[in-house]
Every structure is written in structure tokens, then in C-alpha cells.
């Protein structure tokens, strides 16, 4: 089973706008990471924020870690037509060697 | 370093043959993991390795799944006898620790 939950599913905005993208997880964790998907590629990875980590940024990229609330928001500043994508969340909850497990995605489109 | 090397990137069978995908992961990496992706199921973890060693199977659909890793720079997945359900995008990733995870390209697999 998926441990992690994004939302919304899928998600369209213009370009210049921020986009933002939740992810709820259920068991505790050692990190958190966000990945992203273009069509028919593999997964690249954004960020990663660890379990004693609040907020984080990356460019234009800032992701937040609620621990209390097991969720994790990704936003996305001042999008462009490129950054349309999927994007998923993936959490990694052992404590030797890593074993990540992907929510569902939200799919991003940004309108030039 | 190249990435992680999948191959082949392409595969079309006939349903009933044997499949072998295969994966080189980043030198170094302690860490290997095989995924499939559907539209209908999304990302699963079918089975992931730590320094060679299977830790984690029990995302592997059935017995006709396979996975080894005989030594830190290859690993294979093999589905005997294949079935046209198995149709997906084969993803092999790779990391050190607990980072971030670098995915190949994928194998798309269609069988008939």
C-alpha cells in the first residue's frame, strides 16, 4: 500500500502563479522527499527534508514537514510552462539502509 | 558517472515467455530498488535491496516475480512466465543511505 497521499490529484494553473501540493503519510519517518516525473521519463528528485527538519527551499521550491499532522506541503513560486509534470512524494521510514514508498502523484499542469 | 543504466528500454513479448530486465545501478550506492508503475496502480515497490541483500519483497505481485542482485553494480528482474497484466514501466533506482534516490530511465514492458 501506498504510505504516502498527495493532493490535489490533479492540478492546473497559469504560468507566473504558485502552484502547492500536499502529501499526507501514516507511519513516523526518517525523511521525506518530493520527486518529479515529466511523461514517459524517470523520477528526478526535487528535495528532501528530514523528520527533525520544518521547512526547507530549493530555488524556487519550498517544502514544509508537519510531523504532528504526518503531511508535507510542496510549493512550487512564480511556475512556468516547464515545470508541468507529476510530482510525488515519498517517505522513508527504516532505520538501516532506505526503503522508499511513492504516494499517487499530483499531476501539474502550468498554461503558458 | 552515467546514472542508473536500465535495459533494454523497450520490450514487447508474448505472453507466457520469460523476461529479464536489468539494472546497473550508481557506483557506490548501498541501496537498489525495483518499482512498476500503471496508470491503475501508480508507483509500487516490488522489492529493494541493501548491500546485495533482498531486505523487503513483499511488494513482489506473485511467484512468477523474480529479483536478484549477484554483486553492488547489477541487478536483474525476471518474470517467468509473463502474462499480459505485467504490462507496465519497470523502474530501477538506486542510493546511498537514506538520500536521495536516482532513477533510470524505465522498461517499458508490453506483453501480448
Known amino acids: 500500500s501506498q504510505q504516502g497521499e498527495e493532493d490535489p490529484q490533479a492540478l492546473s494553473i497559469q504560468e507566473g502563479e504558485n502552484a502547492t501540493m500536499n502529501c499526507s503519510y501514516k507511519?513516523?519517518?526518517?525523511?521525506l522527499q518530493w520527486y518529479r516525473q515529466n511523461s514517459g521519463r524517470g523520477l528526478v528528485h526535487l528535495i528532501l527534508i528530514r523528520s527533525n527538519e520544518r521547512e526547507k527551499h530549493s530555488g524556487r521550491l519550498r517544502v514544509t514537514l508537519d510531523t504532528s499532522k504526518k503531511s508535507s506541503s510542496l510549493l512550487i513560486t512564480a511556475s512556468r510552462a516547464a515545470d508541468t509534470a507529476s510530482y510525488f512524494c515519498?517517505?522513508?521510514?527504516?532505520?538501516?539502509?532506505?526503503?522508499?514508498?511513492f504516494g499517487e502523484g499530483t499531476q501539474l499542469t502550468v498554461n503558458p | 558517472d552515467a546514472g542508473v543504466i536500465q535495459s533494454p528500454r523497450h520490450e514487447v513479448t508474448e505472453m507466457g515467455q520469460e523476461v529479464t530486465l536489468r539494472c546497473k545501478p550508481i557506483?557506490?550506492?548501498?541501496?537498489l530498488f525495483w518499482y512498476r508503475q500503471t496508470m491503475m496502480r501508480g508507483l509500487e515497490l516490488l522489492i529493494y535491496f541493501n548491500n546485495n541483500v533482498p531486505i523487503d519483497d513483499s511488494g513482489m505481485p506473485e511467484d512468477r516475480f523474480s529479483a536478484k542482485m549477484p554483486n553492488a553494480s547489477f541487478s536483474t528482474l525476471k518474470i517467468q512466465p509473463s502474462e499480459p497484466r505485467d504490462s507496465a514501466v519497470y523502474f530501477c533506482?538506486?542510493?546511498?543511505?537514506?538520500?536521495?534516490?536516482?532513477f533510470g530511465q524505465g522498461t517499458r514492458l508490453t506483453v501480448v
Open positions: 533506482a538506486s542510493s546511498y543511505g537514506q538520500g536521495e534516490a536516482f
Open positions: 557506483s557506490g550506492h548501498n541501496s
Open positions: 515519498a517517505t522513508d521510514r527504516e532505520t538501516s539502509g532506505s526503503r522508499l514508498t
Open positions: 507511519t513516523s519517518i526518517n525523511n
